[in-house]
């Protein structure tokens, strides 16, 4: 799509973002987006200790939109389909948060999926990993809830990459769209099938085939991929392959960014393999690494020349941030969470109230170093195991 064609498209520090119709062409508006990344189970535990503190700090409840990808997607999909039971009080605390948000997801933690997914998808007929996945969310979290069952405000926006058109397929209760195909307005799509395309990460859980055969398609300017084989069953894959941090649905919609990362990191091989099919799943971690890198950076130089927003990492070190008393916690403890295999993989209890806590202080130290707010009351979601044992 050349420049002159693509008045959609804008660019943030030398990064093109597009958007998809409907969001708003303007420069980011009044309002706060939060951001969950992808990776597996990890990322999905993780974001929940994120979300404890941001809801001790009444923020869920100032959140315009919630964009996710991968594992960020599973607890985005609880978070949403469970917010009108949250029961916000007055300070805009979610008094329910742990029965309709916590336990949820360490219940599907506790639970294998992935190996289960591939080993049930190769061996029966008719049926594919991605659909074990489906099944696997359905019964553990989703049940027949759909898209629709998602609240108005905020906007919960599941990204997955659509390997058809090459861009990212975004699904909400409002839409599901992608610029280059389409757009399909209030689809009942389950939220087992959105979150399963967003975390279906390659090459073991990917492709994820949705039918659209028979929905209504809106065609509007920019589309140029609307013919019917674009439009029926589209593989899709994990919303991390096209954007990990899923900022492109909230980074030129509103002024206020928070971003929880727990991806992956590539680490160095002294003898890489030189076969060529090992050989090339090295190099393509390698580009991938990159493009992670350089959305990182974007986010980051941006709240450095003071756009307002925070982000924090599950390879962040709190001795980075500009805080006197963050709360305490052993970075070799952090760095063996953060190197937890991204896998749909059961987790013993430890892990996960260890995951859970770091998210909560890393969340915090970057809540009062860079946004101001107010420590908390100085207790992690889960005291009996902090971050200074191993």
Not at 49 to 73: K, P, Y
Not at 335 to 343: F, H, K, N, P
Not at 346 to 372: F, K, P, S
Request: aromatic share 6%; glycine share 8%; with cysteine.
């Amino acid at each position: 799509m050349s420049p002159a064609s693509a008045p959609d498209e804008v660019h943030v520090s030398g990064e093109p973002v597009r958007r998809i119709p409907g969001d708003d062409s303007r420069n980011p508006q009044p309002g706060m987006a939060l951001c969950l990344s992808g990776g597996g189970y990890r990322a999905m535990v993780f974001h929940v200790g994120v979300l404890w503190r941001l809801n001790e700090a009444g923020m869920l409840a100032e959140l315009d939109r919630v964009s996710s990808v991968s594992g960020g997607s599973i607890t985005a999909g609880v978070l949403g389909m469970n917010w009108n039971e949250l029961l916000f009080d007055q300070a805009g605390v979610a008094k329910q948060f742990v029965d309709q948000v916590v336990d949820p997801v360490r219940a599907m933690a506790s639970t294998h999926v992935d190996l289960p997914a591939v080993l049930t998808g190769i061996g029966l007929p008719f049926t594919s990993v991605a659909d074990r996945v489906v099944r696997a969310l359905r019964k553990q979290l989703f049940g027949q809830k759909t898209l629709q069952d998602l609240p108005d405000k905020p906007t919960f926006v599941i990204n997955a990459t659509n390997v058809e058109s090459g861009v990212l397929m975004r699904f909400s209760k409002q839409y599901l769209a992608d610029y280059r195909v389409g757009r399909i307005d209030n689809p009942g799509l389950p939220l087992a099938v959105a979150v399963a395309a967003s975390s279906a990460f390659p090459p073991i859980l990917s492709p994820c085939t949705v039918d659209l055969d028979r929905e209504e398609w809106v065609t509007q300017p920019g589309n140029d991929l609307t013919s019917p084989e674009f439009r029926n069953e589209i593989r899709l894959s994990d919303g991390g392959v096209y954007d990990n941090l899923g900022l492109e649905t909230a980074w030129k919609r509103y002024e206020t960014v928070l971003v929880s990362d727990a991806g992956g990191h590539l680490g160095a091989v002294a003898d890489p393999p030189v076969d060529w099919a090992q050989h090339t799943i090295r190099v393509l971690k390698v580009i991938d690494n990159q493009v992670r890198s350089l959305r990182k950076r974007q986010v980051i130089d941006a709240f450095r020349n003071k756009r307002p927003g925070m982000y924090v990492g599950i390879r962040s070190h709190v001795d980075d941030f500009p805080l006197a008393d963050p709360l305490p916690s052993d970075p070799v403890v952090a760095a063996r969470l953060a190197g937890i295999s991204t896998r749909l993989n059961a987790m013993d209890d430890t892990v996960q109230e260890q995951l859970i806590n770091w998210g909560y202080v890393i969340c915090d130290t970057g809540l009062r170093a860079h946004l101001g707010k107010p420590a908390g009351d100085g207790t992690l979601p889960y005291p009996d195991n902090p971050l200074t044992k191993l």
